[in-house]
């Protein structure tokens, strides 16, 4: 099992830039893909963004490319989301989560990953 701990979510105006992190336990983090997803009030939640182990691979949801950037560092347990141009409707929980499961390729979907952290707020204000 493996602990996931979101930080670095805040209020923002809009057009301005975040960086999340996500700290994981446990000393077989680089075996596995990370994903950050969001959930807004009163809708599903969705796929931002994943990296394999190696971060080899990255995948985006399309409507975030060129303005959110994940990246990892297993040398210290931990991913991170940096996110610029912020827009009022990327107002969200956003959570980390990881990818146990040996896969060939890299998942979007929530009910591949095993574990989730606690999420972490953002906030764009217009």
């Known amino acids: 099992q493996v602990q996931l701990v979101e930080s670095g979510g805040g209020l923002v105006q809009a057009g301005g830039s975040l960086r999340l992190s996500c700290a994981a336990s446990?000393?077989?983090?680089?075996?596995?893909?990370m994903g950050w997803f969001r959930q807004a009030p009163g809708k599903e939640r969705e796929f931002v963004a994943a990296?394999?182990?190696?971060?080899?691979?990255?995948r985006y949801a399309d409507s975030l490319k060129g303005r959110f950037t994940i990246s990892r560092d297993n040398a210290k347990n931990t991913v991170y989301l940096q996110m610029n141009s912020l827009k009022p409707e990327d107002t969200s929980v956003y959570y980390c989560?990881?990818?146990?499961?040996?896969?060939?390729?890299?998942?979007?979907?929530?009910?591949?990953?095993?574990?989730w952290g606690q999420g972490t707020q953002v906030t764009v204000s217009s």
């Open positions: 990296i394999s182990w190696s971060a080899g691979s990255t």
């Open positions: 989560a990881a990818d146990r499961t040996p896969r060939t390729y890299i998942a979007t979907t929530p009910g591949a990953y095993n574990s």
């Open positions: 446990g000393r077989t983090f680089s075996n596995y893909a």
